[in-house]
């Protein structure tokens, strides 16, 4: 159920970044599949790929402290960007690397913000 929520709250936050950042946008007929799916793609690339990358830029992200870790969320984008256009035909578009890096901030603020109301960033401990 953790899985389903953490899906729903990405989508709304790459949601949230297609409509504010004026260089990101979705081309084609069906925008709500192509978000669901990029917010499926980018969740798994951000709890498969993104540990071991960022323990690889741990030194540069301590020595702009932290701020390489904005860096990193943006070429994440690009990523689930190039698999998403390759592979599921989302046909997310990103204008240039300051639009990514725009919306990689909205996207961590979104679901930052979206996953402490709704206490899906909290881990199950059970007994």
């Known amino acids: 159920m953790r899985i389903i929520g953490i899906w729903i709250i990405t989508a709304l936050a790459v949601a949230a970044a297609v409509y504010l950042v004026p260089g990101v946008s ?7 599949v192509s978000t669901l799916v990029f ?6 690339l951000n709890t ?12 540069i992200t301590f020595l702009t402290l932290g701020l390489f870790a904005l860096v990193l969320n943006a070429i994440m984008l ?3 960007q190039w698999i998403g256009n390759t592979w599921f035909g989302t046909a997310l578009h990103l204008d240039d690397f300051v639009s990514a ?3 990689a901030l909205i996207i961590s603020i979104a679901t930052a913000i979206l996953g402490a109301l ?10």
């Not at 917010?39 to 798994?44: D, E, F, N, Q, S």
């Open 118 to 127: 709704t206490g899906a960033n909290k881990k199950d401990k059970r007994e």
């Open 101 to 103: 890096l725009i919306a």
């Open 39 to 44: 917010a499926a793609i980018l969740a798994l």
């Open 78 to 80: 690009y990523i689930a």
């Open 26 to 32: 979705f081309q084609g007929q069906d925008i709500l």
């Open 48 to 59: 498969v790929i993104k540990p071991i990358l960022k323990l690889i830029t741990l030194p």
